[in-house]
């Protein structure tokens, strides 16, 4: 039990590392990183944090299609695993919904 709850926190750290990267401005640095994070932990079962957090990037720097397809993918990994959705609290259900609203706009707009 022990070891799952540390393997959580060290992408919860790696994350928290990553953002910290993007809120100081090195905006391009942060999407590289969190990119390479993402191909070297493709089995990590936290990596859809991963995805959700580029996507808030990508978005945030205007690469709206980039952002969706990010979306996409954390949403898939949550499907594809067993249980996944129902690892979510209500809150994060309620920012998914929101990131599924705001991506049909931002799809709907490029047409």
Not at 1 to 20: P, T
Not at 22 to 51: N, R, V
Not at 55 to 82: K, T
Request: proline share 1%; net charge negative.
């Amino acid at each position: 039990m022990l070891i799952h709850f540390r393997i959580l926190q060290i992408m919860e750290e790696k994350l928290s590392g990553l953002n910290a990267i993007f809120e100081s401005g090195k905006h391009k640095q942060a999407i590289a990183e969190i990119q390479t994070l993402i191909e070297e932990s493709p089995t990590d079962i936290q990596i859809y944090k991963a995805y959700d957090l580029l996507g808030d990037y990508l978005n945030f720097m205007g690469q709206h299609s980039e952002a969706v397809q990010a979306w996409i993918n954390a949403l898939q990994l949550l499907e594809d695993n067993a249980g996944g959705v129902d690892k979510l609290n209500i809150g994060q259900l309620i920012a998914w919904i929101n990131i599924s609203i705001g991506a049909a706009r931002i799809m709907h707009r490029q047409g």
